[in-house]
């Protein structure tokens, strides 16, 4: 069975322009979540999609960020205009209907901004 | 609100020695607890979780952890250490209850294990 995958896995972009993330979660998984992780801190969540609805978008920064999962399958997180601060590591994961279950990871996307 | 605490960022440990990686939480309700581990250029990887039941959980490449109500404490155990196990460890909660379905992630532990 595949994983969760993550496209590009690495993607240095300037200040100012426009970046696109994918992820393809694990084939059944309802539940889809995007989390970030910038330079030694902690990876935070930035929002939550229960098939292709935002169920919990609580810990996205700024109206720069937008989130999509078109027909409840892959999803695309997409910055516009990237500022120097979103640069990181940013994860997805999915997981079954049930809280009590883990969820997957992806490799992740190591986004530097310049 | 949910948070944990990793209170150190690196732990050191000779191969064949006993390892502990600390982490305590904070939930309004009960918690589900996970540790996840990511090797070097790798994703986050499942190793364990308490959901119900025994305090003490076993996952995983031969790693443990003891939940304790009493001290909110969910630390990561293995027996004797390899060098193999050399990568950066990530406690996590959810409230049981509450919260939304979103893990809470500490700052991460870099585990090195030396011969």
């Known amino acids: 069975e595949a994983g969760v995958t993550q496209f590009p896995s690495h993607s240095v972009i300037e200040k100012g322009q426009t970046v696109t993330l994918r992820c393809d979660p694990i084939s059944g998984h309802d539940n889809l979540y995007w989390y970030r992780r910038v330079m030694g801190k902690e990876i935070k969540f930035l929002l939550h999609?229960?098939?292709?609805?935002?169920?919990?978008e609580s810990g996205m920064p700024n109206n720069r960020f937008l989130a999509e999962r078109t027909g409840g399958t892959y999803s695309t997180l997409k910055v516009q205009p990237a500022e120097l601060e979103d640069s990181g590591v940013y994860f997805c994961?999915?997981?079954?209907?049930?809280?009590?279950?883990?969820?997957?990871f992806g490799q992740g996307t190591r986004l530097t901004v310049v | 609100a949910q948070s944990v605490a990793q209170p150190e960022d690196q732990v050191n440990v000779a191969e064949g020695n006993p390892l502990t990686v600390k982490c305590t939480y904070s939930v309004s309700g009960n918690p589900y607890l996970f540790w996840y581990v990511q090797y070097p250029n790798r994703g986050l990887q499942f190793l364990l979780k308490y959901i119900t039941g025994d305090n003490l959980v076993k996952g995983s490449y031969g790693f443990e952890a003891e939940f304790n109500k009493s001290q909110t404490s969910f630390h990561l155990k293995k027996p004797s250490a390899l060098v193999s196990d050399s990568a950066l460890y990530f406690c996590a909660v959810r409230d049981k209850a509450g919260g939304g379905n979103k893990l809470t992630f500490g700052t991460g532990t870099q585990l090195k294990v030396e011969l």
């Open positions: 999609f229960v098939k292709e609805s935002k169920q919990d």
């Open positions: 994961a999915s997981s079954q209907n049930n809280r009590g279950l883990e969820a997957f």
